[in-house]
């Protein structure tokens, strides 16, 4: 097993000791119970990189996603629910090869503790339907000085 895989599932194991929720639950606790689907509906609903990052709270490859490079004025929403998270204004080049804003939208996103890389990490869903994001960090731009690190595979884009 490579080593980022031993780690990523030591992580895990031990992320679920200490919260007592499993990986897949954690994706799946929405806010609104409108959106508390079946996997059955989620996988339905979504494309599989989709539903590997929102519902089982994956990582797509760094400069994969198309959204990297969108410059045009408009709104990204969460892939699962559509729900509004980050306006094109707070989206900056990180050279991360993630989509990166250093704001989300109001009650756009929760955020929890991630141990996937035994080191803690805040991890960031959507508030609607819980779907994982990514995760936040303490590098990002003025005037937050946050880097929100989204797998592009998680939003959608509305120009305009």
């Known amino acids: 097993m490579p080593r980022r895989n031993l780690l990523v599932a030591l992580g895990s194991s031990l992320g679920a000791f200490f919260t007592g929720v499993s990986r897949a639950e954690a994706a799946s606790k929405a806010q609104d ?51 509004p998270l980050f306006s094109s204004k707070a989206k900056y080049e990180s050279g991360t090869g993630w989509p990166s804003f250093w704001q989300p939208l109001p009650n756009g996103i929760a955020t929890k503790v991630d141990f996937k890389l035994i080191v803690p990490r805040t991890e960031y869903h959507c508030r609607r339907c819980g779907g994982h994001q990514g995760h936040v960090f303490d590098d990002g731009p003025k005037p937050s000085g946050k880097r929100y690190c989204n797998n592009g595979a998680a939003l959608n884009f509305i120009p305009g």
């Open 33 to 83: 119970p409108a959106w508390q689907l079946s996997e059955a509906s989620w996988k339905k609903r979504l494309n599989p990189a989709a539903y590997n990052v929102l519902r089982q709270e994956g990582t797509e490859r760094p400069f994969s996603s198309p959204l990297n490079s969108e410059k045009r004025p408009g709104t990204f929403v969460c892939a699962g629910c559509a729900l």
